[in-house]
């Protein structure tokens, strides 16, 4: 994995609620922990931003994937992401996409943009992008 170019402001901790952006059948995510994340400061809740990958139970959607566990990419966040370039960018929601154990996109296409910081990290998943920003 490569690592990001811009500082990213982690905002999602454990029980955070996310907004479904494919057509995989899901709705709405809700965060359960970080893949890839070991350890921390004693007390201290480990958090995830724009790029990272979650595991998250899936709240609102079809029955297929309904109360189970799956992992997610997060494309969007609410929160600044400040790039190198000195440019900031915000979105108006948060959103994730689902993705297999390859890291492939299980849906076909993603509603609204989704951060170039995804897109440099993950290539084949911006196959499915409708706008990179």
């Known amino acids: 994995m490569k690592g990001f170019s811009s500082k990213i402001t982690k905002t ?3 029980s955070s609620v996310i907004t479904c952006a ?3 059948g899901a709705y709405e995510f809700k965060m359960i922990h970080i893949i890839g994340k070991t350890g921390g400061k004693h007390g201290r809740l480990s958090a995830a931003g ?3 990958i979650i595991s998250a139970s899936v709240t609102k959607g079809t029955a297929t994937y309904l109360k ?3 992992r997610v990419i997060i494309i969007r966040q609410k929160a600044l992401i400040r790039r190198a370039n000195g440019v900031r960018v915000r979105f108006e929601d948060n959103a994730g996409i689902m993705v297999t154990e390859e890291n492939l996109p299980i ?3 993603v509603k609204g943009a989704m951060a170039r ?3 440099e ?3 084949k ?3 499915v992008a409708a706008r990179v920003v």
């Open 50 to 52: 724009v790029g990272d």
């Open 117 to 119: 910081e995804v897109v």
């Open 12 to 14: 999602f901790i454990p």
């Open 68 to 70: 189970k566990p799956a």
């Open 107 to 109: 849906g076909t296409e």
């Open 125 to 127: 998943v911006a196959g």
């Open 22 to 24: 494919d057509n995989s």
């Open 121 to 123: 990290r993950f290539v």
